[in-house]
């Protein structure tokens, strides 16, 4: 296929034939039989399976492997004849963990489109000039330690190696205990101090999480920006008690002090437009007829700009501190992860709305989810690319995106490959 000015562009045929037996391979990996929900937590089996995936497609495609210090996956196509280490790469990719029961495409579809694309360079001979890069960062939806974006956090300076060596999981087990059992060396965590040099650019293709294109019957769209965001602990600490033999004026109930929060944080998030969600919470001792001693629940909040996110943070932590003293309780809140505002610069966003022109106007939307591409945008040139999600669901068994637009997506991303590494064919 050609583009009005002559020059070739990916087939759709042979892009879908590209994607789609690769996402056949994965479909099964760490799927659970009774939700239909994905658990691939990071370093988990179903993790390391998808690791060694990414492998077998690397050496399937003569590119080699490494995985870097901080446990991100690369797979190098180097020019021929290329000498030393990548410098100034196209890089493309996205991560392969997942939220709890979360949905196929969050992650994987960057990560398939990305192998696929490079199929559709070689099919149609290109070589390229400089070297092209399929990356998978490690642990994005912090799932399992509860920090998001860790691998891209660590290799950018964003996260203390410290830190995220003593984060722990639900059973306890901190990063540095799950790296030592699946043999990594958690003393090498810290800052890629080549992710300069190596990477001229980073486009990442995700589902879009949100129905903005549905509504303007759009397959693609390109990202402005990427909302601020963070993840708050909220500990209330009451007494354990008889839920049967304790009086109502005796109590100090955690539960009362969380719930008048949770509805507290709903409240705030629709006087500003913004969102809060208290989206995972663990209850001690958790028994039926038991007054909890203890409820830890954790604050997913975003907005428009970093003064109403703040705004929204300090008076639902301010509330919540007031039914705290109310119902005779402790409360403690600390900050997990604080990621402010991206803007995604406008000269790849540009050049990127330039080699796509033949698929006519291509919408450019802001984001409320954070990205490893929001997160290694102080360092390097980043840009995203988004195939349309026709409900808007996320984070759930029922994400969905169209083959017909997860097609167009890849050879879209191909065509954007191939523009930037100047290659024709050979």
């Known amino acids: 296929m050609s583009r009005a000015d002559g020059r070739a562009v990916a087939d759709p045929h042979a892009a879908a034939a590209a ?96 192998f696929a694309a490079v199929d559709l360079l070689r099919a149609r001979g290109i070589e390229p000039s400089i070297p092209i890069a399929v990356v998978a960062f490690s642990d994005e939806e912090g799932a399992r330690f509860g920090v998001a974006c860790i691998g891209s956090q660590l290799a950018t300076g964003a996260l203390a190696p410290e830190r995220a060596l003593g984060l722990r999981d639900i059973d306890g087990i901190t990063l540095a205990e799950a790296l030592t059992r699946v043999g990594r060396r958690p003393d090498r965590l810290g800052v890629d101090t080549t992710l300069t040099e190596r990477v001229g650019v980073f486009i990442e293709l995700h589902i879009e999480q949100g129905r903005a294109l549905d509504l303007v019957d759009s397959p693609l769209a390109l990202a402005s920006s990427i909302w601020p965001h963070g993840r708050w602990e909220f500990d209330f600490t009451g007494e354990a008690n008889h839920a049967g033999a304790t009086r109502l004026v005796d109590r100090h109930d955690p539960m009362l002090a969380f719930a008048s929060t949770v509805h507290t944080a709903r409240a705030e998030a629709v006087a500003r437009s913004a969102v809060a969600t208290f989206g995972k919470v663990l209850v001690s001792p958790n028994g039926t007829n038991a007054i909890p001693l203890r409820v830890r629940a954790w604050l997913d909040a975003r907005a428009a700009d970093q003064s109403t996110l703040e705004l929204m943070v300090s008076r639902i932590t ?93 050879a879209a991303l191909a065509d954007v490959m191939a523009a930037w590494v100047a290659a024709e064919p050979a």
């Not at 004849?81 to 100034?88: A, C, F, L, M, R």
């Not at 809140?333 to 291509?362: C, K, M, N, W, Y």
């Open 318 to 410: 301010a509330a919540a501190r007031g039914h705290a003293t109310v119902d005779g309780i402790d409360l403690q809140v600390v900050a997990e992860s604080i990621t402010p505002i991206v803007e995604f610069p406008p000269e790849p966003r540009r050049r990127l709305a330039q080699t796509l022109a033949h698929l006519g106007d291509i919408p450019v939307i802001p984001t409320a989810a954070g990205h490893d591409a929001g997160i290694l945008s102080d360092s390097v040139p980043t840009a995203m690319l988004f195939v349309r999600n026709p409900t808007g669901v996320s984070h759930s068994p029922a994400e969905y995106a169209d083959p017909v637009d997860c097609h167009v997506g890849a």
């Open 19 to 114: 994607f789609d037996s690769l996402w056949e391979e994965i479909l099964a990996v760490g799927r659970d039989g009774g939700t239909g929900g994905y658990r691939r937590y990071a370093w988990s089996d179903a993790d390391l399976t998808l690791r060694e995936w990414f492998r077998g497609c690397a050496g399937a495609r003569s590119m080699d492997l490494e995985e870097d210090r901080n446990g991100n996956l690369w797979a190098w196509w180097l020019p021929r004849d290329w000498v030393g280490d990548p410098k100034g790469a196209f890089v493309t990719g996205s991560h392969l963990d997942s939220v709890p029961d979360g949905g196929a495409f969050d992650g994987p579809l960057g990560i398939v489109a990305a």
